[in-house]
């Protein structure tokens, strides 16, 4: 690994916090959440935006201590649906329980478990972050290649569609398309999109100038 992931945390139980922070601090820039700067779910995700973090490990019951209002498939559930794909972990000494309310019953890991076997966790949380950052790259390589195009083809201009739709799952925020360029209707308006496309790529080359 080239650079240290920076990797958020959040738990109610400082004890785990420390225990987190001492078992990953020499593989990870770990950035602690503390409980007392959350007030609603989307702090969560304001806090991997501002930070911008790399992962996010979370706790599965949150609201024991009463500080907080929601659990943590509730934080699983915002992140899917502002950032789909990104890297996430929920670590807890209440797998079952998590995992009944879970739809992607693979991200639930036994807090247990992991203390016995940190250089597997350290693997895994690795290579999920080096997939999801390449699909990403690739996507914005190959945004750029078809856009600086002066002409696609038919096959072009969908696989174009399906990559914006991707980074529009990705991130909202960061893909500058507009969101109604993306949707199934779209297919009768790929015109528009290659041209909003290198638009945006003119926009961009130009910001770097």
């Known amino acids: 690994m ?6 958020g945390y959040l738990d109610e139980d400082e004890g785990y916090q420390a225990k987190f922070y001492q078992a990953f601090k020499n593989e990870f820039d770990i950035k602690i959440m503390t409980i007392e700067n959350i007030n609603n779910v989307y702090d969560v995700l304001r806090f991997i935006n501002d930070e911008e973090l790399d992962a996010l490990v979370v706790d599965y019951r949150l609201a024991d201590s ?3 209002t929601f659990n943590g498939d ?5 992140i899917n649906s502002q950032k789909k794909y990104f890297p996430l972990v929920m670590l807890t000494s209440y797998a079952q329980d998590a995992i009944a309310h879970m739809e992607d019953v693979y991200i639930v890991k036994d807090k247990e ?6 250089n597997l966790f350290l693997k895994q949380l690795e290579t999920a972050i080096d997939r999801y950052q ?3 790259i690739t996507a914005e390589n190959k945004i750029k290649e078809l856009s600086e195009k002066k002409v696609l083809s038919i096959q072009e201009e969908e696989e174009l569609l ?3 739709i991707f980074m529009n799952e990705v ?3 960061a893909n500058q398309l507009p969101a109604s360029l993306l949707t199934s209707s779209a297919i009768n308006n790929i015109s528009d999109l290659v041209k909003e496309s290198k638009e945006l790529l003119s926009i961009l080359k130009k910001n770097k100038e």
């Open 2 to 7: 080239s650079k240290k992931y920076r990797i």
């Open 171 to 173: 991130d909202p925020e």
């Open 113 to 118: 478990e992991i203390e016995s076997s940190a």
């Open 134 to 136: 390449t699909k990403i």
């Open 74 to 78: 509730s934080v699983v559930d915002l």
């Open 66 to 68: 009463g500080q907080l």
């Open 162 to 164: 399906r990559l914006h």
